[in-house]
Nanobody, 127 residues
Framework: QLKLAESGGGLVQPGGSLKLSCTAS????????IGWFRQAPGKEREGVSC????????YYGSSAKGRFTISRDKAKNTVYLQMTNLGPEDTAVYYC????????????????????WGQGTQVTVSA
């Protein structure tokens, strides 16, 4: 059974940066797509970014483009989300999730494609 564990969340000032990690254990890890999602208070969960397990293709939601970078370290079974220029609107619980379906533009943020989810890590952007 694949398990995902997020880390790296915390409190950061506006304009600051954080790097989230998602470490996978158990199951096959080389072909899953790993996505980052977030849920702000009172809002629906939304897709932030995704990286393909097969070829490393990356995808970003509109809120992440130009500010966030997703990357992976296969040897460590870890996917990272580097977040820069954070603002209060980025405050949310961030989840990583794994899919055994190849992500594509237009489908990568489809939450029903993701069968495994982590517990989430809180990111709070506040002065």
């Amino acid at each position: 059974q694949l398990k995902l564990a997020e880390s790296g969340g915390g409190l950061v000032q506006p304009g600051g940066s954080l790097k989230l990690s998602c470490t996978a254990s158990g199951g096959r890890r080389d072909y899953y797509g790993i996505g980052w999602f977030r849920q702000a208070p009172g809002k629906e969960r939304e897709g932030v970014s995704c990286i393909s397990g097969s070829d490393g293709s990356t995808y970003y939601g509109s809120s992440a483009k130009g500010r966030f970078t997703i990357s992976r370290d296969k040897a460590k079974n870890t996917v990272y989300l580097q977040m820069t220029n954070l603002g209060p609107e980025d405050t949310a619980v961030y989840y990583c999730a794994a899919s055994d379906m190849e992500p594509y533009t237009g489908t990568w943020s489809r939450q029903s494609d993701y069968a495994w989810w982590g517990q989430g890590t809180q990111v709070t952007v506040s002065a």
